[in-house]
DNA sequence: GTCCAGGGAATCA
DNA sequence: TGATTCCATGGA
């Protein structure tokens, strides 16, 4: 395949840290020269930032590599009306995204996304990580580029044959029958992805989300906010945003006795139709900061 | 050895 | 509905 350029110039909102590590996604990594380089789709790329501009460099099926871009990269939003509006809020939004100025939220494969976020629950970003890139290495397809080996995320079909103890043996734990019974409720059709990506009712989406094994509120709320069905409204409450809140806003002594209700209901009422935006720049800011 | 991680499911009131 | 407990794994 040939290699293809873009040159991204001067963006308003565009950070390679900020993007690639404010826990959205778990398959970029930071190379020696400060350069990032990931895979989505059969797609695999390294950003160098050179100046103000953004160097694309890597391959692509697609011969339009900018369209490409445009819509993972989200560039069609408008970030800075976004930031404008969240600042006023308060003293606390204002920091956290002077803080995470630079965010995106990328337009992630939707069934990445699902199997990703199932992986997710009770882990660590590194061992989530390692896992999703066993699981590519061992059931994707290779990629070959600059020298290197590079792995697609598995889909559906390849993940057909694969036992318990097989995603056991990769180190998924007790996720390894969530895994196996949420591929399965894919492949047969039980959740079609197609639909959900065409259903514009976000209360919908997420109950059929809800079905699936190993998806619960927080993983469906990640689901939406971070994959291409781009739900900015949506408010996932991890351990790090309960704290956030509660440091900010609740101040109860034992953070893990608040309220989940309560803070959705707080987020709702304070940030309405970017409570998903403005999650991120708090979790970013006090996992981070 | 102990605690913790971008939680969910099962169980019980 | 709401609260508790258990669940593998690996790093700090």
Excluded at 20 to 31: A, I, P, T
Excluded at 135 to 148: C, D, H, M
Excluded at 181 to 194: A, D, S
Aim: hydrophobic share 35%; proline share 2%; aromatic share 12%.
């Amino acid at each position: 395949m040939q290699e293809q350029q873009y040159i991204l110039k001067k963006p308003e909102t565009f950070d390679l840290k900020d993007i690639f590590e404010c826990g959205q996604c778990f398959r970029w990594n930071k190379q020696e020269n400060g350069s990032y380089t990931g895979i989505w789709k059969e797609n695999v790329v390294n950003i160098k930032k050179e100046g103000q501009n953004y160097v694309f460099t890597g391959i692509c099926k697609n011969e339009n590599f900018e369209e490409e871009i445009q819509k993972y990269f989200d560039l069609d939003r408008n970030y800075e009306q976004i930031k404008n509006e969240l600042s006023k809020k308060d003293k606390y939004m204002k920091t956290s995204i002077q803080y995470g100025k630079g965010i995106r939220i990328l337009n992630q494969d939707l069934w990445e996304t699902i199997i990703s976020f199932i992986i997710s629950a009770n882990n660590n970003i590194p061992r989530i990580k390692g896992i999703i890139e066993r699981l590519s290495k061992t059931y994707g397809n290779k990629i070959e580029w600059n020298g290197e080996e590079y792995y697609t995320f598995p889909t559906p079909e390849q993940l057909k044959n694969v036992t318990i103890e097989e995603y056991r043996k990769l180190g998924l734990g007790f996720r390894d029958i969530r895994l196996y019974e949420t591929t399965k409720m894919i492949r047969n059709g039980e959740v079609n992805l197609k639909e959900l990506e065409e259903n514009p009712n976000t209360i919908e989406v997420r109950e059929k989300l809800l079905t699936l094994s190993g998806v619960g509120p927080k993983v469906a709320d990640c689901i939406l906010l971070f994959s291409d069905l781009k739900r900015l409204e949506v408010f996932p409450i991890d351990v790090w945003v309960r704290r956030v809140m509660n440091d900010l806003y609740i101040k109860e002594e034992d953070e893990t006795k608040v309220n989940k209700k309560q803070i959705e209901k707080l987020a709702k009422a304070k940030f309405g139709d970017l409570a998903g935006l403005a999650q991120q720049y708090l979790f970013y800011w006090r996992r981070e900061a």
